[in-house]
């Protein structure tokens, strides 16, 4: 069958750098996407890796592992308005996205 | 910038009821998709399309049914509402960007939240 793991909820302070992972298990791959979902509105894209190692973006950055079905999306600064739920998802063997239940990152000053 | 529009944010319905909701995107995409999202899960395909008037069951279409006369729009109907269908609802549309890619990004809808008495 086909799973993503993530925690359910993480809290870091301000200006400080977290790390939300991912684990999947797949048949087959086509790729691994990282969504950002503030509360009451909709996901929006981060990140989409499909080769092992770490892609940075900004403040933003995401690692893939292929063979250990793992992926994690690195927050660095941190700011207030990072407090938002983090979605992982990978495409299924037809190419549609199983997604996580996401984590919630909790933003302190 | 891609823009996908949902016809209502909040909604408030009867059980029985028959509901539309109506999504509508900008970018000529030929993908899209119906999700709902629930506290504690993921988000789950209800229908999804490739083209007009082509339509595909997802993981959870039982109670929904859709419809896609126009390549910018794709409709979820809930034939007859039930309170266990409160919930978010999201639609998405996905375009050819990656080159060779069979996956591409996914851009959502606000979404409508629906509650079912």
């Known amino acids: 069958g086909q799973n993503i793991d993530q925690p359910t909820e993480m809290t870091a302070t301000e200006g400080a750098i977290v790390q939300i992972n991912c684990t999947y298990q797949?048949?087959?791959?086509?790729?691994l996407f990282w969504y950002q979902q503030h509360a009451g509105e909709a996901p929006t894209f981060l990140s989409y890796n499909v080769l092992d190692g770490l892609e940075e973006k900004g403040r933003f950055s995401s690692f893939l592992s292929r063979s250990k079905g793992y992926s994690y999306l690195l927050l660095k600064e941190l700011q207030m308005k990072d407090s938002a739920s983090y979605l992982c998802a990978v495409p299924d063997s037809n190419y549609q996205l199983i997604w996580g239940a996401g984590t919630k990152l909790i933003i302190k000053p | 910038d891609v823009k996908v529009t949902q016809s209502s944010r909040y909604l408030v319905k009867r059980t029985g009821e028959k509901v539309f909701l109506e999504c509508v995107q900008d970018?000529?995409?030929?993908?899209m998709f119906w999700y709902r999202q629930d506290p504690g899960l993921g988000l789950r395909l209800i229908y999804f399309?490739?083209?007009?008037?082509?339509?595909e069951k997802g993981d959870i279409p039982e109670g929904y049914s859709v419809s896609r006369e126009k390549k910018e729009r794709f409709s979820l109907i809930l034939e007859s509402a039930s309170t266990n269908q409160t919930s978010m609802y999201l639609c998405?549309?996905?375009?050819?960007?990656?080159?060779?890619?069979?996956?591409?990004?996914?851009?959502f809808g606000p979404g409508t939240r629906l509650t079912v008495l």
């Open positions: 797949t048949s087959g791959f086509n790729g």
């Open positions: 998405a549309s996905e375009g050819g960007e990656r080159e060779g890619s069979s996956t591409d990004t996914q851009y």
């Open positions: 399309s490739y083209d007009v008037k082509m339509k």
């Open positions: 970018m000529d995409h030929e993908n």
